[in-house]
């Protein structure tokens, strides 16, 4: 059975670090493309960035893009989102999806039930 | 960046009505296309990849069309365990984009 197991939300001031992970299981984690999506509270999903299988390619969305990293250790099972420089608007619950299928695939058919951000003073 | 609009934003519906919402995108993206489900407190469920077809597991009732700039999901009779939001996302090029979301609820 496929699990994602997301982790680190808190609340953190402006201007601070988070770094939130995702532990998986059930599948064999290096052959996935993997995803961060986020939705602020009470709005609609925002794409946030995702990586290959291999962590030689990652993607970010332009709000978060130069203070964001997306990084994965296949040893470990686990995806990672180092966030720096946050700001209120990165306020949101932070989902981990592994896309589908296997190498390459773009759509995303396992969610975990999110970790939550608040950046505020 | 491809924008996605889903119409409407918000539709209210009876059980066993048919129910179509309609996502445009800004420029062609051939099929690249998905829906999800999301239910309040819970995480998406994926239902329809490549604009038309039905993730396993995904009820029959649930169908999908449409490519270029237009698509449409729809629920041919609308169960109580479908009062939900319906979000499309599309995956033709990075950055991926979603729909705005359409909630479809009791009337």
């Known amino acids: 059975e496929v699990q994602l197991l997301e982790s680190g939300g808190t609340l953190v001031q402006p201007g601070g670090s988070l770094r939130l992970s995702c532990a998986a299981s059930?599948?064999?984690?290096?052959?996935?493309?993997m995803n961060w999506v986020r939705q602020a509270p009470g709005k609609g999903l925002e794409w946030v960035s995702t990586?290959?299988?291999?962590?030689?390619?990652?993607f970010y969305a332009d709000s978060v893009k130069g203070r964001f990293t997306i990084s994965r250790d296949n040893s470990k099972n686990t995806l990672y989102l180092q966030m720096n420089s946050l700001r209120a608007e990165d306020t949101a619950l932070y989902y981990c999806?592994?896309?589908?299928?296997?190498?390459?695939?773009?759509?995303?058919?396992?969610w975990g039930q999110g970790t939550l951000v608040t950046v505020s003073s | 960046d491809i924008q996605l609009t889903q119409s409407p934003s918000f539709l209210s519906a009876s059980v066993g009505d048919r129910v179509t919402i309609t996502c445009r995108a800004s420029?062609?993206?051939?099929?690249?296309l998905a829906w999800y489900q999301q239910k309040p407190g819970k995480a998406p469920k994926f239902l329809i990849y490549?604009?038309?077809t039905l993730q396993s597991g995904v009820p029959s009732r649930f169908s999908g069309s449409g490519s270029g700039t237009e698509f449409t999901l729809t629920i041919s009779s609308l169960q109580p365990e479908d009062f939900a939001t319906y979000y499309c996302?599309?995956?033709?090029?990075?950055?991926?984009?979603f729909g705005g979301g359409t909630k479809v609820e009791i009337k």
């Open positions: 999806a592994k896309n589908w299928p296997e190498n390459g695939g773009s759509y995303s058919d396992y």
């Open positions: 059930g599948f064999t984690f290096r052959s996935y493309v």
């Open positions: 990586i290959t299988g291999s962590g030689g390619s990652t």
């Open positions: 420029q062609g993206i051939s099929s690249y």
């Open positions: 490549a604009a038309s």
């Open positions: 996302q599309q995956l033709n090029g990075y950055p991926l984009t």
